[in-house]
């Protein structure tokens, strides 16, 4: 059974880069059938997909936190991991991490942990 | 980047009765549409995609519509453990995949 699992500092001083880390087992991240992501959900609102890695490299990003966001993934370890520079309040949220099917829906999460960045 | 707007906010029903959850993207995404439901402290779970396909485990009682523009999620009588937040995302354009902003049902 795929289960996922982020990893990470809950807190985050601002200005500084949030590092996250997912696990992933009972399953391989170098499939070609998926994609692997990253959705966060600040307090109490909405969810906001950040962006997403395939096996090979190929990343795809939030254009509103492109410039700010990285992914990458490691299929030695099959893991996969985010970073988040130049962090404000306003990121912090409950961070997930997904698989995503080719076309984009999500099947599987991660249970979340949450970055609080003070203000 | 594609819009989604979900109606209403908030829906109050009395277990048993039927929900249903609208969901309107600002462009035509076809059949490319997914609803997830999300408990409090839980992640998100995939209840329905392509619009109307309910995913693996998912009761009969949920159903989907749809397509183009205006979709729509039936909850036909609702359970206790139904009552929770729903989100409607689309994957017809992305990056970026966007979800709409929820629609929680509650206990009248």
């Known amino acids: 059974q795929l289960q996922l699992q982020e990893s990470g500092p809950g807190l985050v001083k601002p200005s500084e880069t949030l590092s996250l880390t997912c696990t992933v087992s009972?399953?391989?991240?170098?499939?070609?059938?998926?994609?692997w992501g990253w959705i966060r959900q600040p307090p109490g609102k909405g969810l906001e997909w950040i962006g997403n890695?395939?096996?090979?490299?190929?990343?795809y990003y939030n254009p509103s936190l492109k410039s700010r966001v990285t992914i990458s993934v490691d299929t030695s370890k099959n893991q996969f991991s985010l970073k988040m520079s130049s962090v404000t309040a306003a990121d912090t949220a409950m961070y997930y991490c997904?698989?995503?099917?080719?076309?984009?829906?999500?099947?599987?999460w991660g249970q979340g942990t949450l970055v609080t960045v003070p203000s | 980047e594609i819009g989604m707007t979900q109606s209403p906010a908030t829906l109050s029903v009395s277990p048993g009765e039927r929900a249903t959850l609208s969901c309107r993207a600002t462009?035509?995404?076809?059949?490319?549409l997914a609803w997830y439901q999300q408990k409090p402290g839980q992640a998100p779970r995939l209840l329905i995609y392509?619009?109307?396909t309910r995913a693996t485990g998912i009761p009969a009682r949920f159903s989907g519509s749809g397509s183009g523009t205006d979709f729509t999620l039936i909850i036909s009588s609702l359970q206790s453990e139904d009552f929770a937040v729903y989100y409607c995302?689309?994957?017809?354009?992305?990056?970026?995949?966007?979800f709409g902003g929820g629609s929680k049902v509650e206990i009248k």
């Open positions: 009972g399953g391989s991240i170098s499939s070609n059938s998926y994609y």
């Open positions: 890695i395939y096996y090979s490299g190929t990343t």
């Open positions: 995302q689309q994957y017809s354009n992305w990056p970026p995949i966007t």
């Open positions: 997904a698989r995503h099917e080719a076309t984009g829906t999500t099947a599987h």
């Open positions: 392509d619009a109307s």
């Open positions: 462009q035509n995404v076809g059949s490319n």
